[in-house]
């Protein structure tokens, strides 16, 4: 009955940017629709599962050595452009893994579920990404020099900075692990929307998506903005205006700075 089956080009290429596009859909009305929140941080309100760090760490994992396994495993046919694009992707997941976790101050703990289904996700969307790059996608040789190439490199690094910035915002509004009170965050992207570190990692991943100039690399980005810069974004807005009511500023947006 099932005579075809997909070879691993097919799989990477097609199958697993479709499964994005199909969930961010089904995030979108999970999330906006239903009002359904994933259960993390303050919206786990049930209180189990594993503590902030911890979570972070083993969720974020995959998208930084799976990558780093494919560049070793390809490496006898390694160019610099692919290196170079494969480098943005691990720049960002160390920071993730390695240093983001450490840094947390306070934050309720990540449910199992949560946890689990984050780290399934980074292991595809990484193999998916690095793989397509590395063993499937053909760049010009001159690729690293061209407008395409430059301008998503400077969008990448505009956002990589920005979600830095937010990140710090965010953790100096806790003094200690101990502090569980809510503050309204100021400065930066946060003067004009709630959820600015979301917005920021949603344009760190375009400009990753304009370098990479592959299906995979344009899913992850789509359903970056479908899951955290749409339905967390406003879920997030909305815990704001409910918190702090008239004390907080009427024209901060959720995700879209003027917008939305």
């Not at 005579?3 to 940017?17: A, E, H, K, R, S």
């Not at 994005?20 to 929140?37: G, P, Q, R, T």
């Not at 976790?101 to 969307?125: D, E, H, M, Q």
Request: glycine share 4%; with cysteine.
């Amino acid at each position: 009955m099932f005579d075809y089956i997909p070879n691993d080009q097919t799989i990477v290429t097609y199958v697993f940017p479709y499964m994005w596009f199909i969930s961010s859909a089904l995030v979108v009305f999970l999330e906006i629709v239903l009002n359904i929140k994933a259960t993390y941080g303050r919206y786990n309100t049930s209180g189990s599962g594993i503590s902030a760090r911890l979570a972070w760490f083993i969720q974020e994992l995959p998208s930084f050595f799976v990558p780093c396994y494919l560049l070793y495993y390809h490496q006898s046919s390694l160019s610099m452009t692919k290196f170079t694009i494969i480098g943005l992707f691990l720049i960002h997941y160390f920071q993730r893994v390695f240093i983001y976790p450490v840094l947390i101050r306070g934050g309720k703990k990540s449910s199992y579920s949560t946890i689990i289904s984050a780290f399934c996700f980074c292991c595809i969307n990484a193999y998916a990404i690095a793989q397509e790059i590395l063993a499937y996608h053909v760049y010009p040789k001159d690729y690293l020099f061209s407008l395409q190439f430059i301008s998503g490199a400077i969008i990448f690094f505009i956002g990589l900075m920005f979600n830095l910035q937010a990140d710090s915002i965010l953790r100096n509004l806790r003094k200690d692990d101990k502090q569980r009170d809510y503050k309204i965050p100021r400065g930066g992207l946060f003067e004009y929307v709630s959820a600015a570190n979301f917005l920021a990692e949603s344009i760190e991943w375009t400009g990753y998506a304009i370098c990479a100039w592959t299906l995979p690399a344009f899913a992850f980005a789509v359903f970056t903005w479908a899951n955290i810069g749409l339905g967390r974004a406003f879920h997030h807005h909305q815990f704001y205006l409910d918190k702090f009511k008239d004390k907080y500023p009427k024209n901060r947006k959720a995700i879209i700075p003027f917008i939305l």
